[in-house]
């Protein structure tokens, strides 16, 4: 091996050590953690109303997808201080991992100041269970 194949194999060594002494191992405390702030989350969201469909279930098949059920504005804040961002929710009509319609809800964020103000940026947080303990 030369002197720069060494160079790089030890660097590399390294900083694979680095990582794996920086990164605990996830403990079984920390899922069974995990999975209670999950529930939390599930939980909370089915006591606020704004997260329920009131219709039946067959006006609910009778909308497109991506119809705007209702909307709300809320006060964006990061760890409790609000920022001026304004956030509105929308609950939609839309389909569930079977096919069958449901509703769910999006936030829409927009800064105070629009560069492109034609321009948008969406995350889509996919997951793929039927479990609601498993929503994001």
Known sequence: MGRVSRCVAALTATATAAVLLAVPA???AAVVSDRAAAAATARAARAD???TYSGTRAELAKMRRGTVIRTRSLTYSLQG???P???VQLLHR???QLGRPTTNVT???RPPVAL???RVVAYGSFYDSLNPLDGP
């Open 107 to 109: 936030s829409v964020l």
């Open 49 to 51: 109303a704004f997260h």
């Open 26 to 28: 996830p403990t079984s």
């Open 85 to 87: 961002i304004r956030v």
């Open 116 to 118: 492109h103000p034609d």
């Open 94 to 96: 839309t389909t569930d």
């Open 81 to 83: 201080v609000p920022v």
